[in-house]
């Protein structure tokens, strides 16, 4: 059996315990400029969304995959036929990466603004949002 006086020991040592919480994730955008900042290894979690003639789907686990297939951005043209553009980022893939496929795309500066909203809307965007 535990005393009193151990537990009222054992708590106020825990007060002197000093935390460092990890920085918060996070994407902070300039949407005059059309600046984009991302820290490091912000994600992506499984989300399908289109975006004008823009289709995004990135899978979830393989395991569980709720979207089945690989992770591809694809661009049609509006008469919808054959694919123009496609390419894999993967499972979770980071901002960085996706948006460097995006950019690779041409997706102007305020396009790319409104997808970062749409994932951070859909719960995707595993980060912070600030939007200057």
């Not at 708590?11 to 900042?37: F, H, Q, W, Y």
């Not at 409104?114 to 809307?121: C, D, F, G, V, Y």
Request: no cysteine; hydrophobic share 45%.
């Amino acid at each position: 059996m535990v005393e009193p006086q151990q537990v009222t020991e054992f708590l106020a040592e825990m007060e002197k315990i000093s935390v460092i919480p990890d920085l918060p994730a996070r994407v902070v955008v300039n949407e005059r400029t059309g600046t984009v900042i991302i820290g490091e290894n912000v994600s992506v979690s499984a989300v399908a969304m289109s975006h004008g003639s823009l289709q995004l789907k990135i899978p979830g686990d393989t395991s569980g995959d709720l979207f089945g297939g690989d992770t591809e951005v694809v661009e049609e043209p509006d008469h919808l036929h054959p694919i123009i553009n496609s390419f894999d980022v993967g499972a979770m893939p980071t901002v960085s990466e996706l948006v460097r496929n995006l950019n690779a795309l041409g997706v102007t500066p305020r396009d790319l603004i409104s997808i970062l909203q749409s994932l951070k809307t859909a719960g995707a965007l595993r980060a912070d949002l600030v939007i200057q």
